[in-house]
């Protein structure tokens, strides 16, 4: 079984700043690919932003030069720093993860999500 467990969201106002994380625990091999995807009401999940296991990272434009996204390998950990947040980033973030559970089984796994608002 493997779990990732996002904490970190909450309000904030525009100009703001938060930092989400995600903890991934369980039957872990290795970790490949990680990423945060966000939901906003009415709306399809959009990728945020992602970074391989070997740390070249993506960000969608929207948010390319306000959030940075970072991991640390020995905690199965991801962040995102979320700074000059706009009300347009309000949505629920969820992580994601490629999970190696053996050397042979890989499988992709969610977060249950953690909601971020940003008041105007």
């Known amino acids: 079984q493997v779990q990732l467990v996002e904490s970190g969201g909450g309000l904030v106002q525009a100009g703001g700043s938060l930092r989400l994380s995600c903890a991934a625990s369980?039957?872990?091999?290795?970790?490949?690919?990680m990423a945060w995807y966000r939901q906003a009401p009415g709306k399809q999940r959009e990728l945020v932003a992602t970074?391989?296991?070997?740390?070249?990272?993506y960000y969608t434009d929207s948010v390319k030069g306000r959030f940075a996204l970072s991991r640390d390998n020995a905690k199965n950990a991801l962040y995102l720093q979320m700074n000059s947040l706009k009300p347009e980033d309000s949505a629920v973030y969820y992580c994601y993860a490629t999970i190696m559970t053996t050397p042979r089984d890989t499988h992709a796994y969610w977060g249950q999500g953690t909601q971020v608002t940003v008041s105007s």
């Open positions: 970074i391989a296991s070997g740390a070249s990272t």
């Open positions: 369980g039957s872990i091999f290795s970790i490949k690919t």
